[in-house]
């Protein structure tokens, strides 16, 4: 049998092959991170130090919105034909399963947000290309803390009718610490702050959230998916 | 010798109990013909077998893992945006199949699908549909076989390719257990026969020529008036 990790590489490439066959999800994102990044340079009226202030809770407005459907697609997109049911009886484990899916969210939120990036950039004419590394680095944690947590949610409501909406109420508020962080730190970085010294805490705070969500949800997934 | 048993198994769904202590037997290379009315908890049954579900109370035994199971539940079970061959492969994958691709081209071949390998499972009529749901249950050669209904809206094509493949599984000393309405095809494969109501096994035994010859005596001598 194919051990653990083969099995969530299987997957992954089974929904990104997918994925970027009928583009469902990572059309939806990435039009609608376009489109809230056009309303909020209507939205707001301020001096260049005020918006450089708010400028990374607003990426992290557009990525978490972006993120929220990817990963309501996760699980979802098992469901038509039953083929949830076929992935469970199989000996495959149930993190590995897991884990296969959220890797493709990752990555395909990924490609949502270094295409919403350099739009955010020029709308709004921040110069974020001058502190690239950290901020991929912050972009890296952020996202797989939104992948992990938002993957784990879309098992547990498959079955929800009304999952769309469930999602962001059960995933926004468990993401408030990992989204003050990653914040914090894209905001200081625009700023032209390094991510050193009291700046390094929002990286800290951001892999700590990763590896306790992270181990959580491999622990429980095969409870969520089978019950 | 047995290969799968479920023991005084009970499932609440809420409030409501779709098996009341539900107990089968079923010995190593039977074919049984899982029988009940709508609601009797054939479904969930073999859900709970096929590791699908987890009983509520009462116990599952199995002489197998999950690789050694093939489960054809009422969805098809195969991914639209894949090719034929594609989701034979993965589900190889899944199952751990030695060779993956060369299984899957074999059950293509058997189920008549091999010269639309490469088409995606969405652009197939309802019967081919079907037809590579079938190869995917039947893959790994699995020692105990699960249906839930496998000859529901199947066409003549799939009905033949089905039959002479669960054929082929007990030649080969596999166990099979199917729910179903069709009485008459299912008594025709069947060894032995277990007649569901409200969530009870109310009879398990072999299959006698009462049944064979009259479908419905057995819902009249041990079932409870419709």
């Known amino acids: 049998m194919k051990s653990g990790l083969g099995t969530a590489l299987a997957i992954a490439r089974k929904d990104l092959r997918t994925e970027l066959r009928t583009k469902e999800s990572i059309n939806a994102a990435a039009s609608f991170a376009l489109v809230i990044l056009v309303i909020f340079s209507f939205a707001f009226n301020l001096e260049r130090d005020e918006f450089y202030a708010i400028s990374g809770g607003l990426l992290w407005l557009v990525y978490s919105f972006a993120g929220a459907l990817i990963v309501n697609r996760a699980f979802s997109r098992e469901l038509p034909n039953d083929c949830l049911d076929v992935l469970i009886a199989s000996p495959a484990p149930g993190w590995a399963i897991f884990l296969g899916k959220a890797v493709a969210a990752f990555l395909l939120l990924l490609l949502v947000e270094a295409i919403s990036l350099p739009v955010f950039g020029l709308f709004y004419n921040i110069r974020w290309t001058e502190s690239l590394g950290s901020l991929v680095l912050i972009i890296l944690l952020a996202t797989w803390g939104m992948t992990i947590v938002g993957s784990a949610f879309s098992a547990v409501i498959v079955n929800v009718r009304l999952r769309e909406l469930m999602l962001p109420v059960l995933l926004y508020p468990i993401l408030i ?32 959230f990763d590896a306790v969500y992270t181990a959580l949800a491999l622990y429980m997934i095969e409870f969520i998916l089978v019950f | 010798m047995l290969a799968v048993a479920a023991d005084r198994v009970w499932k609440y769904f809420g409030d409501y109990p779709a098996l009341r202590g539900a107990s089968l037997e079923v010995r190593k290379g039977a074919c049984v013909a899982l029988l009940g009315r709508n609601g009797a908890g054939k479904t969930t049954l073999l859900r709970i077998l096929a590791n699908l579900s987890r009983p509520t109370k009462g116990e599952i035994r199995a002489s197998v893992g999950k690789s050694g199971i093939g489960y054809l539940g009422h969805g ?6 894949l090719s034929a061959t594609e989701n034979l492969i993965l589900f190889g994958e899944l199952m751990g199949v030695a060779n993956p691709k060369k299984s899957a081209a074999e059950a293509l071949e ?14 197939f009529s309802r019967g081919m549909r079907q037809r590579l ?49 069709q009485i008459r ?25 009462e049944m064979l010859s009259d479908p419905t005596w057995l819902y009249r001598t041990y079932g409870e008036p419709a």
């Open chain 2, 133 to 181: 749901a079938v190869a995917r249950a039947f893959l790994h050669k699995p020692e105990i076989l699960l249906l839930d209904e496998p000859f529901t809206s199947l066409d003549d094509r799939a009905i033949a390719v089905l039959q002479s493949l669960l054929n082929d599984a007990l030649a080969s000393g596999a166990t099979i257990v199917m729910s179903t309405h």
């Open chain 2, 185 to 209: 095809e299912a008594m025709e494969l069947a060894t032995d026969v277990a007649l569901l109501e409200r969530g009870k096994v109310v009879f398990a035994g072999p299959r006698a020529g």
């Open chain 2, 76 to 81: 098809i079970g195969v991914y639209d945006d």
């Open chain 1, 177 to 208: 610490p990992l989204l003050i962080a990653a914040m914090g730190g894209t905001t200081a970085l625009f700023q032209g702050e390094p991510l050193t010294g009291e700046n390094f805490g929002y990286i800290r705070q951001l892999i700590g």
């Open chain 2, 110 to 123: 058997r189920v008549g699908l091999a010269r639309v390998k490469d088409g995606l499972a969405r652009e």
